[in-house]
Each structure stands twice: as structure tokens, then as C-alpha cells.
T-cell receptor, first 110, second 115 residues
């Protein structure tokens, strides 16, 4: 009965590869987000989707492409991975103000 | 430009003491101010939040104090316990269209409560 879940929890890959992270929420929320937490623990929003429509797209390289097949899912696909993409990626969801975060996916690019 | 400034970066408190973390914001369009608690290897968990029309909100041992004119808000943890040891983030939110609310986070405070 996890509210916001992400898979995988850990992802280790080589530079240049393409990878995806999946997110699902069972809270019935309309809005979902992707955040990046860097090595200094700074959290920054990347994208926001509302009812499968992209609303927020921060200054993120276009190698990152979010996809929302339905209201409960928001996946993050990353092309041509670079060393600087190593971070923890969090999915979150909200109905109005309160945002609830998933457990995170630690991506390590070697 | 850092829109939400958080201090201190780290804090060590004895068990039973009061932990105080401060945040300041710049953009008056922010209209919701949550605090998140993050344990190692876990996602941020919503702890307590306040709207700018209220000066204080208390939930159990956790209290937010809000000063709209100074554009500052703080988290007070009363009777701090070793289990409170975690990283705490303040954040500020503004509406970015429809039901989308963009959260801007402070840089976090690592709280250690010694037994």
C-alpha cells in the first residue's frame, strides 16, 4: 500500500547508455513531479505533469524526457547518460499543496 | 539565485533540548511553506506546513513560526529525541498553473540529537 513508488531503487550504468526510471502513485493525485537531489543533498524540481500534461519544465537537458501514460504514472527516460547525471531522483505527487515523495532512485553513471 | 535560504547547515542538540532551524525567502508570490524530514536512503517526508496568513502552527513537538513582514519562517523541535536525527528541508511553494505547485527548497540542515 505504498503511496508513491519508484523502480528501480538503484541504477548503475555506463556513460552513453539510455535508462528509464518508473514512478507510480496510488493516492489519486492529479499532479506528479520529478526532482533531482545532488551529492550535496540539494533538491531541485525538474518536471511537473498534471493529468498527463507537462506543466513545469525547468532548465533540464533535453536528454531527459518525462512520459506520463496515465494520471498514476510518470516515468523518466534519460538518453546518453553523463557522469554529471549521477544523483538521486525523486518522484512526487500532489492534489493541491501537499507533495508526497517516493523513496528515490540512486543513479550512478560510471 | 537562491530563493530560499536555510540555516544552520548542521545542528547538534542534546536529547530533550530545542532544535531551531531558520529559513528566509525572497519571492512574495510564495504562499505555502512546508518542512520536510529526510532520513538517509529515504525520500523527503512532509512534516508540517503553514500558510502565510497564520503566524504559528504546532503539531506535537513540531512548531512552525512564520513572520510574513520579515519573510522568515522557522521550525522548532521541542524535547528533541535521537530519533529526530535527520536532514530537514524548508521549502516554499507557488502556484505554477492549475493544480501545479512548484516547490523551492532550502539547502537542508543536518540535525544530530545526542542521547
Amino acid at each position: 500500500d505504498t503511496a508513491v513508488s519508484q523502480t528501480p531503487k538503484y541504477l548503475v550504468t555506463q556513460m552513453g547508455n539510455d535508462k528509464s526510471i518508473k514512478c507510480e502513485q496510488n493516492l489519486g493525485h492529479d499532479t506528479m513531479y520529478w526532482y533531482k537531489q545532488d551529492s550535496k543533498k540539494f533538491l531541485k524540481i525538474m518536471f511537473s505533469y498534471n493529468n498527463k500534461e507537462l506543466i513545469i519544465n525547468e532548465t533540464v537537458p533535453n536528454r531527459f524526457s518525462p512520459k506520463s501514460p496515465d494520471k498514476a504514472h510518470l516515468n523518466l527516460h534519460i538518453n546518453s547518460l553523463e557522469l554529471g547525471d549521477s544523483a538521486v531522483y525523486f518522484c512526487a505527487s500532489s492534489r493541491v499543496y501537499e507533495q508526497y515523495f517516493g523513496p528515490g532512485t540512486r543513479l550512478t553513471v560510471t | 539565485q537562491q530563493q530560499v535560504k536555510q540555516s544552520p547547515q548542521s545542528l547538534i542538540v542534546q536529547k530533550g533540548g530545542i532544535s531551531i532551524i531558520n529559513c528566509a525567502y525572497e519571492n512574495t508570490a510564495f504562499d505555502y511553506f512546508p518542512w520536510y524530514q529526510q532520513f538517509p536512503g529515504k525520500g523527503p517526508a512532509l512534516l508540517i506546513a503553514i500558510r502565510p496568513d497564520v503566524s504559528e502552527k504546532k503539531e506535537g513537538r513540531f512548531t512552525i513560526s512564520f513572520n510574513k513582514s520579515a519573510k522568515q519562517f522557522s521550525l522548532h523541535i521541542m524535547d528533541s529525541q535521537p530519533g529526530d536525527s535527520a536532514t530537514y528541508f524548508c521549502a516554499a511553494s507557488m502556484n505554477s498553473g492549475g493544480s501545479n505547485y512548484k516547490l523551492t527548497f532550502g539547502k537542508g540542515t543536518l540535525l544530530t540529537v545526542n542521547p
